[in-house]
Antibody, heavy 127, light 107 residues
Framework: EVQLVESGGGLVKPGGSLRLSCSAS????????MNWVRQAPGKGLEWVSS????????YHADSVKGRFTISRDNAKNSLYLQMNSLRAEDTAVYYC????????????????????WGRGTLVTVSS | EIVLTQSPATLSLSPGERAALSCRAS??????LAWYQQKPGQAPRLLIY???NRATGIPARFSGSGSGTDFTLTISSLEPEDFAVYYC?????????FGQGTKVEIK
């Protein structure tokens, strides 16, 4: 079955750290770019971070830049989000999401929309 | 940052009716717009990518149109399972951004 499964969420105090993981199965993980998207309780969707298939390209939202780091291990079919200096406003469900790539001899194009989502993991930042 | 404005915020319709949801961008997106559906307690699901391409497994009653700054998601005849929140998302520029969502509710 093609799926993404997030883990690592929980309750953490302001200023604390947490590492989220996303395990991929049912598809060739190393051929896709990956993303983290979050949703605060009762709010809309907010893009957080993206990483290309070979980790050559990495992007972070300004709201998390310098505090969060996205990474991946293609040998383990896993995506990660290291979150440091957490704030109350980081409280959200964090989704792992996949973006397709198209490879040619000359280049790789990434289609930065999200064609597969995990069920999410809840991060609560509170004292 | 590209701002996406969705309208209306809430759409109250009956099953069988046609729904038209709007997404307007603060600058041109060419066709780099996607639409998602989210039901309570569930992850979003991709419906449409690059303005008018249906994702795998999406019923034909869902269609997308538009280019530049004005886009529309149309549901030709609402089924009970279509009542949900819909988001648009642009991939024209970084940062990737979403609209605030349109809730389609049962009238």
């Amino acid at each position: 079955e093609v799926q993404l499964v997030e883990s690592g969420g929980g309750l953490v105090k302001p200023g604390g750290s947490l590492r989220l993981s996303c395990s991929a199965s049912g598809f060739t993980f190393s051929s896709y770019s990956m993303n983290w998207v979050r949703q605060a309780p009762g709010k809309g969707l907010e893009w957080v971070s993206s990483i290309s298939s070979s980790s050559s390209y990495i992007y972070h939202a300004d709201s998390v830049k310098g505090r969060f780091t996205i990474s991946r291990d293609n040998a383990k079919n896993s995506l990660y989000l290291q979150m440091n200096s957490l704030r109350a406003e980081d409280t959200a469900v964090y989704y792992c999401a996949r973006s397709p790539e198209e490879k040619t001899v000359a280049s790789t194009a990434v289609y930065w929309f999200f064609d597969l989502w995990g069920r999410g993991t809840l991060v609560t930042v509170s004292s | 940052e590209i701002v996406l404005t969705q309208s209306p915020a809430t759409l109250s319709l009956s099953p069988g009716e046609r729904a038209a949801l709007s997404c307007r961008a603060s600058q041109s997106l060419s066709s780099y717009l996607a639409w998602y559906q989210q039901k309570p307690g569930q992850a979003p699901r991709l419906l449409i990518y690059d303005a008018s391409n249906r994702a795998t497994g999406i019923p034909a009653r869902f269609s997308g149109s538009g280019s530049g700054t004005d886009f529309t998601l149309t549901i030709s005849s609402l089924e009970p399972e279509d009542f949900a929140v819909y988001y648009c998302q642009q991939r024209r520029n970084w940062p990737l951004t979403f609209g605030q969502g349109t809730k389609v509710e049962i009238k």
